[in-house]
Structures are given as structure tokens and as C-alpha cells.
């Protein structure tokens, strides 16, 4: 796995913890786009490793 790939994993599991403590604690505009921005985050991380084994398996 490309380590930029797994970057953006790590970056979106963060920011959706982050912004699941954060609406918990009382900011909740915040946390919802900071959950939102971590679920974008899943869905490149997950596009990339995607396309990585398409390209492998050629």
C-alpha cells in the first residue's frame, strides 16, 4: 500500500473520532464537518486502494 494512501486512511478515521468527540462535547456544527471531511477522506483512501489491486492484478 502507497503510504499517501495510507495517510489519507489515517487522516480520515481522525477526523471522523474527532468530530464524533466534538459533537459529544456540545460543538456540533463542527463536528459534523469535521466527521463529514473524515468520511471524504475513507472515500479516497478506499478509491485509491481500489484502482492500487485493479492495477496489480493486470
Same mark, same amino acid.
Given at each position: @500500500?502507497?503510504? /499517501?494512501? /495510507?495517510?489519507?486512511?489515517? $487522516? ?9 468527540? /466534538? ?6 456544527? @463542527?463536528?459534523?464537518?469535521? @466527521?463529514? *471531511?473524515? $468520511? ?5 483512501? /478506499? ?6 489491486? *485493479?492495477?496489480?492484478?493486470?
Amino acid at each position: @500500500m502507497n503510504g /499517501l494512501t /495510507l495517510l489519507v486512511a489515517i $487522516l480520515g478515521l481522525t477526523g471522523f473520532a474527532g468530530g464524533a468527540v /466534538l459533537s459529544a462535547t456540545g460543538q456540533k456544527e @463542527m463536528g459534523v464537518v469535521l @466527521m463529514g *471531511a473524515g $468520511l471524504v477522506f475513507q472515500v479516497i483512501s /478506499l478509491v485509491r486502494i481500489r484502482r492500487a489491486k *485493479a492495477k496489480g492484478t493486470q
